[in-house]
Structures are given as C-alpha cells and as structure tokens.
C-alpha cells in the first residue's frame, strides 16, 4: 500500500506540469523585496552549499537580494510549514532541497502535510550530486566487485554505516542488497559527522558517503572508494565505476532543487527556473560544483517532476527492501 501511494503521488507529480495554468509575464518590478531561498537543513550540508552558491548569483541576476533560511527539523516538514506562512502568491520564496523530504519523509512519516504535485510543486532540478560506496583498509577490499565477492562469501558478518535509517546512505545500501542478494549489517549513526569517523576508525567496515567528506581519507588511504550510486560515472571522478554498470537502470544519486508551494504564480516559477538555468551555465559555478563532486543541470518544472517521480519509485522499492515503516 506505501508503494503504491508513492507511485501514485510520483504519477500525479509528473502531470502536474501538464496541469499547470498558462504562463503569464511577470508583473513590472518583480521581484519587488529579497527571495527566500528556505533549506530543510543546517548549514554547511549539500543542499544548503547548492543554494548559496546559486544565490549569490541570482542576487546579481535578479535586482533583489536572494537570501538562505535554514529551517532543520521534521525532514522537511518545518521547511514546508515556513514556506506555506510565507505568502505564495507574491512569488518571493521557495524551498532548495534534496529530494529525500520529497521522497523519504512520506515513506516513513505518517504525519506529512504536503502531497508532492498538490501542496509543493517543481521548479527547477539545480543539480546532482553521488554518494559513493567506500571501504575501510582493512577488509583487503581495492574494488567494487571485490565487495561484492567478500560480502557474498561472508554473509552477515560485516557492517555498513549511514548516516541515519530512511537517508539516502542507507536505502543506496539496501537497494543494493536486495538487487545483488547481499547480507551486511546496517549501522545508522546521526549524520555524517558520525557515519565518517566511524568508518576512519574501523567501527564499520564499509559506508556510502558523500566524496567531499571522504576525500581527504581517501588521500591518505584511511578509505577506499569502490563505486558511485548514480547512473553513470561521476565527471568529476570518472576512473571509479558505477553501481549501474552492475545493476542496470541503478540510480541514487542525490538531486537537488527548487520547489514552490501551490498558490505561487507560474510566472514566478517560470523566472526563478530560468534564471538558474542560466546561473549553473557560469563558469565560476561549474568550478564550485566541480570541487565538491556535484553537476550543474538546471532543468525546468516539467524535466524536474520526471525526476522525482522515478526518484520516488526507486525509493519505494528500496523503502520496502529494508521494511521501513511510517510512524
């Protein structure tokens, strides 16, 4: 029954667009104050690194200062809240976020108040970003497929860390499992901040982690990265393979955009989605995503609601996989 209503939300998010009233220009002196740019996280994370690279440009681009609003709490459930309070209808704030509030949050909290192509509605996929399946020295593991034979070889025995049940870490691993027939035991730990050291000091032997977090581990041989969860291979480190190239149609990669709560006039998605579509175009930008492993994309309304629609699919499936239950 979960599955099904996420796919169903999924289907309803990818005709919204379809839905959508015509367009209208945007009224003269638009925008007329500064643009909220509301993140469902503290800073310092993905999403809110996205955001303020892409703000200070807006900023220029738009006349009005584009400023960040970090409202953690709730996966996303406070972020959506501020933004419902935050009259819609001027057009003047929106939500960056990835898409596990989207995704995740109603897999696992029965309490949303938002129903994705209803109550918060597509603008613009700013960019993409893989999580990376990573290895502690000592399990003798240097590739993927070395991975897979050692797991396969000694079901049960070894750990993985995430950084918390229901994230992206953890349904990449169980995704991966259930394709492949793997046993290995899931550590959650409350973020990153957690997840990493744990791996670095050998808590756990195997992880999925965001590259930047690791990188200088990885330098230093503390850890070892064996694959990425996206489609294909990450531009920004091409020699490491693919869980796709294993598992077909693999896709985990962390998506982060846009969003609008309903009510906000399409001229105003319009604007902002083709104002960043030009702002991740800018040289400096590519440069600042690149040295932290994300891809610039900028795709409107329409490419972003396909987007989240396979996104939850693909996070229905591995929600069942590793029996996550709403509370």
């Not at 503290?42 to 900023?59: E, F, I, M, N």
């Amino acid at each position: 029954m979960q599955l099904i209503r996420a796919v169903s939300a999924a289907l309803a998010l990818a005709l919204a667009p379809l839905m959508a009233a015509a367009q209208s220009a945007a009224p003269a002196g638009y925008p007329s104050k500064p643009i909220r740019l509301i993140v469902p996280y503290a800073a310092g994370g993905l999403p809110d690194s996205v955001a303020r690279t892409v703000a200070q440009r807006l900023t220029e681009r738009m006349g009005q200062s584009v400023v960040i609003d970090n409202r953690p709490g709730g996966n996303g459930v406070i972020a959506f809240q501020v933004l419902q309070q935050s009259s819609p209808g001027d057009g003047h704030a929106f939500i960056v976020s990835d898409g596990s509030m989207l995704s995740i949050t109603p897999l696992v909290n029965r309490q949303v108040p938002y129903q994705v192509g209803k109550d918060i509605l597509p603008v613009s996929l700013i960019a993409r970003s893989p999580l990376f399946v990573v290895a502690h020295p000592k399990t003798g593991v240097t590739n993927f497929q070395q991975f897979i034979d050692l797991v396969k070889s000694k079901p049960d025995e070894f750990t993985y860390g995430s950084s918390g049940i229901g994230s992206t870490h953890h349904l990449t691993m169980e995704a991966l499992k259930a394709a492949l027939d793997l046993k290995v035991r899931h550590v959650p730990f409350r973020g990153s901040g957690q997840s990493t050291p744990a791996l670095v000091g050998g808590q756990v032997e195997f992880s999925v982690a965001a590259l930047p977090s690791m990188a200088g581990f990885v330098k230093a041989g503390q850890v070892r990265i064996l694959a990425s969860n996206a489609a294909s291979r990450s531009p920004q480190a091409p020699d490491v393979p693919a869980i796709a190239e294993v598992v077909p149609g693999f896709d985990f990669a962390v998506v982060i955009g846009a969003m609008a709560a309903a009510g906000t006039p399409q001229w105003a998605i319009d604007r902002l989605a083709g104002e960043i579509a030009q702002v991740v175009k800018m040289p400096e930008v590519i440069r600042t995503f690149d040295g932290a492993v994300i891809e610039a994309v900028g795709a409107g309304p329409a490419d972003y609601a396909k987007v989240i629609a396979r996104e939850n699919e693909l996070m229905a499936r591995a929600a069942k996989a590793a029996d996550l239950k709403p509370e």
